[in-house]
Antibody, heavy 127, light 107 residues
Framework: QVQLQESGPGLVKPSETLSLTCTVS????????WSWIRQPPGKGLEWIGY???????NYNPSLKSRVTISVDASKNRFSLKLTSVTAADTAVYYC?????????????????????WGLGTLVTVSS | DIQMTQSPSSLSASVGDRVTITCRAS??????LNWYQQKPGKAPKVLIY???SLQSGVPSRFSGSVSGTDFTLTISSLQPEDFATYYC?????????FGQGTKLEIK
């Protein structure tokens, strides 16, 4: 059973950098796509971006200039950095696995839903 | 970006009721639409993927359907544990976008 666990500071000052790590157990980061998603208190879900184990990334354009996602296969974890944070970045941050392709015969479908999630960690941006 | 319009934003229903939640995409997304259930203080859980495929382990009272750019999540007979917030998510193109959510409350 794949398990994900977010870790990092729960309080970040405005204009500083938010840094979180997601440690994967029960599976290897050296496969699949891995993603970060956030949820401001009382609001909906926002996809931040994903990384493939090769290091290939794709980010939400709304955050692209401030986001970096990286992977450390030796420690079986991946990380999120978000620079120049403001109060609007206050949210529960989730890491999640993007489901692998569903393949039958010679056809594979990349449905790209999130099948395993961490518990989430609240990050508050405040001085 | 593809926009997802989810309705209603909230819904009151009773145990045993049949409930439908709709998500409309701003353009064609084929069947790249997924549904999640989220309970307070918990991470979302996928229920339906590819418009109408039931995720393993999810009760069969949950179903999804597709009609063009309209997607529907149906709960055939509400159980007490189904009261939660539901989100749709398009995975057709980047950025992946979630609907605004539907909060299902007990009447």
């Amino acid at each position: 059973q794949v398990q994900l666990q977010e870790s990092g500071p729960g309080l970040v000052k405005p204009s500083e950098t938010l840094s979180l790590t997601c440690t994967v157990s029960g599976g290897s980061v050296s496969s699949y796509y891995w993603s970060w998603i956030r949820q401001p208190p009382g609001k909906g879900l926002e996809w931040i971006g994903y990384i493939y184990y090769t290091g290939s990334t794709n980010y939400n354009p709304s955050l692209k200039s401030r986001v970096t996602i990286s992977v450390d296969a030796s420690k079986n974890r991946f990380s999120l950095k978000l620079t120049s944070v403001t109060a609007a970045d206050t949210a529960v941050y989730y890491c999640a696995r993007v489901t692998p392709p569903h393949c039958s015969s010679s056809t594979c479908y990349h449905w790209a839903y999130f099948d395993y999630w961490g518990l989430g960690t609240l990050v508050t941006v405040s001085s | 970006d593809i926009q997802m319009t989810q309705s209603p934003s909230s819904l009151s229903a009773s145990v045993g009721d049949r409930v439908t939640i709709t998500c409309r995409a701003s353009q064609s997304i084929n069947i790249y639409l997924n549904w999640y259930q989220q309970k307070p203080g918990k991470a979302p859980k996928v229920l339906i993927y590819a418009g109408s495929s039931l995720q393993s382990g999810v009760p069969s009272r949950f179903s999804g359907s597709v009609s063009g750019t309209d997607f529907t999540l149906t709960i055939s007979s509400l159980q007490p544990e189904d009261f939660a917030t539901y989100y749709c998510q398009q995975s057709y193109s980047i950025p992946y976008i979630f609907g605004q959510g539907t909060k299902l409350e007990i009447k």
